[in-house]
């Protein structure tokens, strides 16, 4: 319904109410030529405020287009509007004062304490804005949580309303952290220390970066797909994700500017890889979808760039994926904290995502694994060359690279609350292309 259609639904509802001449009010205020715009609402707030539930204040004003606002406020407050009529060279107006005024009153005079470290997110959780719900109303809209929500707000249609899909208990911590820790991928970035490399080192970063990109954009979509569909009763989570999302931007902008920065380009991207990457947004659900990539494939992703910040050929390359791994291991312990979350209080989801796991397999049962360019290019990076045994120490360390993937993820999955031989049983299954 448009603004001009509420606003005739109003008037039809409310403004056009007449009270008789002879109905008498409990108590008389006098706003003069004031409208409820410049003053008359403080005046009419203290006077209701001294009458008992269920008696009625008269409110005289000499201004027409209290007739439309009045009741608005009446809405809001949970008073009973109950109209008008014309008086001595004013109008009057009668309210009942309700008996869910006093609950319908935002909250007042809650001090959160000062700290040395400032005002931030985890100290917000007081009064009513402390009060984050299991199940969230359907029909408050963008209203903040903690504020009080007029009557007849429209259903927005969000399709995650409950804490135990989103919901992660050091929620207001990470986004502090986020918010604290954003880097800049122009000025952060040591660019000038960049040193021409041989050829075949320079090619191998960047197909390096293309690859670590190309995954960086399915973990910019994959909560951009979400964010608009929960309820914004978690606006913690809201603000967490749009931290991640500007984080998964950055991590773009900074993989795309090294692949260029030094003489080299953008090089091969892999069906496989794509065909991988294409199942995380294919995920309906949030639960499935934030623990295939926080978990999973962010917590895959971070051994590869400490893998990458170990043995990358200079300085510049391993500031990138230095501050990389940072922002990652916070989008993790989101995951961990989400799913923990969610399986304490449903078990049973424990089933679905082991599902979940097992059909994504299913599905990159067919692809012949990771890009062969990047497994060479791990090689000789890690090998510090192309020459043959600079490549075949480069493929031992590309080895045991996997074996920590494995046994980090097996003990990342057991953190979460899966028995052993199940979380073993997913690390098996993952993705070979890392995310």
């Known amino acids: 319904m448009g603004k001009e259609a509420l606003r005739q639904h109003a008037v039809a509802d409310d403004s056009q109410r007449v009270v008789e001449p002879d109905f008498q009010a409990d108590s008389i205020c006098d706003g003069g030529d004031m409208d409820c715009g410049s003053g008359l609402l403080l005046i009419i707030r203290a006077a209701i405020g001294k009458l008992s539930d269920g008696q009625v204040l008269e409110i005289r004003s000499t201004d027409i287009g209290v007739k439309e606002d009045l009741p608005a406020w009446c809405r809001m407050t949970e008073n009973e509007y109950l109209g008008r009529r014309k008086g001595e060279g004013h109008y009057q107006y009668m309210v009942r004062r309700g008996m869910l005024a006093d609950v319908a009153n935002p909250d007042w005079g809650i001090q959160i304490e000062r700290r040395e470290r400032g ?75 960049l040193k021409p490399l041989p050829q075949e080192l320079e090619r191998a970063i960047c197909q390096i970066m293309t690859f670590l990109a190309e995954n960086e954009y399915s973990a910019l979509y994959v909560p951009a797909m979400f964010i608009g569909k929960i309820n914004p009763q978690f606006a913690e989570v809201v603000l967490f994700l749009s931290t991640l999302m500007n984080d998964e931007a950055r991590h773009i902008e900074v993989f795309t500017k090294r692949a260029v920065a030094n003489g080299g380009g953008l090089q091969y991207g892999a069906a496989a890889t794509e065909a991988s990457l294409q199942t995380l947004i294919q995920q309906e659900d949030y639960p499935s979808a934030s623990f295939l990539l926080h978990v999973l494939g962010e917590g895959t992703f971070i051994d590869l760039l400490q893998f990458i910040e170990k043995y990358a050929p200079d300085e510049c390359t391993r500031e990138v994926v230095r501050r990389t791994r940072i922002d990652e291991t916070r989008h993790v312990k989101y995951g961990m904290s989400n799913i923990r979350w969610c ?48 490549m075949a120490l480069g493929v031992e360390r590309g080895r045991l690279l996997y074996e920590t993937m494995h046994r980090n993820r097996v003990r990342r999955l057991t953190l979460a609350g899966f028995d052993p031989e199940s979380a073993k049983r997913m690390s098996e299954m993952h993705t070979p292309n890392f995310v």
């Not at 199940?135 to 429209?154: C, I, M, Q």
């Not at 969000?158 to 991928?185: C, G, M, P």
């Not at 078990?347 to 049962?365: C, H, I, T, W």
Request: no cysteine.
């Open 343 to 390: 399986l304490e209080r449903e078990p049973g989801l424990k089933e679905d995502l082991f599902k979940a796991v097992e059909s994504r397999a299913a599905v990159l049962d067919a692809a012949t694994g990771v890009n062969p360019m990047v497994q060479e290019s791990l090689a000789i990076m890690a090998g510090g060359g192309a020459e043959p045994e600079q």
């Open 119 to 193: 005002l931030d997110m985890r100290d917000w959780f007081k009064g009513r804005l402390g009060e984050v719900p299991d199940d969230a109303p359907r029909n408050t809209g963008f209203v903040p949580r903690g504020a009080v929500a007029e009557r007849g707000v429209p259903n927005f249609g969000f399709s995650l309303n409950r804490k135990n899909e989103v919901w992660a208990d050091d929620i207001a911590e990470l986004y502090q952290h986020a918010t604290t820790n954003q880097w800049d991928a122009t000025r952060d970035i040591p660019w000038n220390a």
